[in-house]
């Protein structure tokens, strides 16, 4: 990428590079003053479908806080309204789906995902950022399970009772499900990638919910075949969970070039399982509102027990809360930035 920063590029090829790229997740959101303002203005399905909007929202945290990549601002139920699906974002409580996934009528209800019909909005962001940004473009989607979580549950839970009661009742369903969804975000992020994202990020922010031997039996195939079809498209992908520390071997079998660590995860156990892979975290994102030298501690810390290795992108454990700081956000990029010095 000429004339653009490429360090995320070079990190997640397991390159080495000067200092440790950085760049955060959901970092445009609540935590940010011109944020909000915006969102007086607009929705958030607005934002997404506004694509001068949507592209103004994702350049904020880039240019506010000099991070290493930009990420498309979108949600990840974002395509689901292009398979059919009846959804609300309400404010606080995340996607609602108006009727749950719960049998094979559901199931079969769900359209294939035409990107370039149901979500032209989210290609023209992406190509009206590419026009504007010196720094690589994420875009991402959510996993197949994950999505499932909400489509079944009918929106977020705590023990994602009715998802597993599911997938445990109604296996052969539950796979033509899986099927469907891994068929959907595949063309979605193949989609994302051609208009011109230079990674993609997959989020299965939920599967942490599963044991091992449950996420080898009914996700891991799928999330094989997700891998697979992006491969051709040699664009980094990062493979992200929350709780996933139980699942990281299967995970890195599973897929992906980059392997996003919570920050319940030990970076340096992490580093000794997975080898060379290149891996992406781990602050928790909590930090972000202690003193100052309580920050630098901990930023310190994870980037000592990377110890220099190749391979590292510098983010949190899970997303920027509400009502962080934005200067101690900014801080961490400053001390991150300093490990080049």
Same mark, same amino acid.
């Given at each position: 990428?000429?004339?653009?920063?490429?360090?995320?590029?070079?990190?997640?090829?397991?390159?080495?590079?000067?200092?440790?790229?950085?760049?955060?997740?959901?970092?445009?959101?609540?935590?940010?003053?011109?944020?909000?303002?915006?969102?007086?203005?607009?929705?958030?399905?607005?934002?997404?479908?506004?694509?001068?909007?949507?592209?103004?929202?994702?350049?904020?945290?880039?240019?506010?806080?000099?991070?290493?990549?930009?990420?498309?601002?979108?949600?990840?139920?974002?395509?689901?309204?292009?398979?059919?699906?009846?959804?609300?974002?309400?404010?606080?409580?995340?996607?609602?789906?108006?009727?749950?996934?719960?049998?094979? /009528?559901?199931?079969? #209800? $769900?359209? +294939? @995902?035409?990107?370039?019909?149901?979500?032209?909005? &989210?290609?023209?962001?992406?190509? %009206?950022?590419?026009?504007?940004?010196?720094?690589?473009?994420?875009?991402?989607?959510?996993?197949?399970?994950?999505?499932?979580?909400?489509?079944?549950?009918?929106?977020?839970?705590?023990?994602?009772?009715?998802?597993?009661?599911?997938?445990?009742?109604?296996?052969?369903?539950?796979?033509?499900?899986?099927?469907?969804?891994?068929?959907?975000?595949?063309?979605?992020?193949?989609?994302?990638?051609?208009?011109?994202?230079?990674?993609?990020?997959?989020?299965?922010?939920?599967?942490?919910?599963?044991?091992?031997?449950?996420?080898?039996?009914?996700?891991?195939?799928?999330?094989? /075949?997700?891998?697979? #079809? $992006?491969? +051709? @498209?040699?664009?980094?992908?990062?493979?992200?969970? &929350?709780?996933?520390?139980?699942? %990281?071997?299967?995970?890195?079998?599973?897929?992906?070039?980059?392997?996003?660590?919570?920050?319940?995860?030990?970076?340096?156990?992490?580093?000794?399982?997975?080898?060379?892979?290149?891996?992406?975290?781990?602050?928790?994102?909590?930090?972000?509102?202690?003193?100052?030298?309580?920050?630098?501690?901990?930023?310190?810390?994870?980037?000592?027990?990377?110890?220099?290795?190749?391979?590292?992108?510098?983010?949190?454990?899970?997303?920027?809360?509400?009502?962080?700081?934005?200067?101690?956000?900014?801080?961490?990029?400053?001390?991150?930035?300093?490990?080049?010095?």
């Amino acid at each position: 990428m000429k004339g653009v920063n490429d360090l995320i590029l070079k990190a997640a090829r397991g390159e080495p590079t000067p200092r440790p790229p950085v760049w955060f997740m959901r970092q445009a959101g609540r935590y940010q003053r011109e944020y909000r303002e915006i969102r007086e203005r607009y929705t958030l399905p607005e934002i997404v479908r506004t694509p001068e909007v949507c592209a103004e929202v994702t350049l904020l945290p880039v240019r506010q806080l000099g991070v290493d990549a930009a990420i498309l601002f979108a949600d990840i139920t974002t395509p689901l309204y292009g398979m059919g699906v009846d959804l609300d974002l309400v404010e606080g409580k995340g996607p609602v789906i108006h009727r749950p996934i719960r049998d094979a /009528r559901g199931v079969e #209800a $769900l359209r +294939p @995902l035409k990107p370039e019909e149901a979500v032209p909005f &989210v290609l023209e962001t992406i190509r %009206l950022l590419k026009r504007e940004l010196e720094v690589p473009l994420i875009g991402f989607a959510g996993a197949p399970f994950t999505l499932a979580s909400y489509l079944v549950e009918g929106g977020p839970s705590r023990h994602f009772l009715e998802v597993k009661a599911f997938m445990y009742r109604e296996e052969a369903l539950w796979h033509r499900l899986m099927e469907k969804l891994t068929e959907a975000m595949a063309r979605y992020l193949k989609a994302q990638a051609e208009a011109g994202a230079d990674l993609l990020q997959v989020f299965d922010s939920w599967v942490g919910a599963l044991s091992p031997a449950d996420y080898r039996r009914y996700v891991k195939p799928h999330m094989e /075949r997700l891998f697979r #079809a $992006l491969k +051709p @498209l040699g664009v980094p992908v990062i493979h992200f969970g &929350v709780g996933t520390m139980g699942l %990281l071997s299967d995970m890195r079998e599973a897929g992906g070039d980059v392997l996003g660590l919570d920050h319940h995860t030990p970076l340096p156990w992490a580093r000794e399982l997975l080898g060379k892979t290149p891996v992406q975290g781990n602050l928790d994102p909590v930090v972000l509102f202690a003193p100052k030298e309580v920050i630098r501690r901990e930023v310190r810390r994870i980037l000592e027990e990377n110890a220099g290795r190749p391979g590292h992108i510098f983010n949190l454990g899970h997303g920027i809360l509400p009502k962080t700081p934005v200067e101690n956000v900014r801080y961490v990029v400053e001390l991150v930035r300093e490990a080049s010095a």
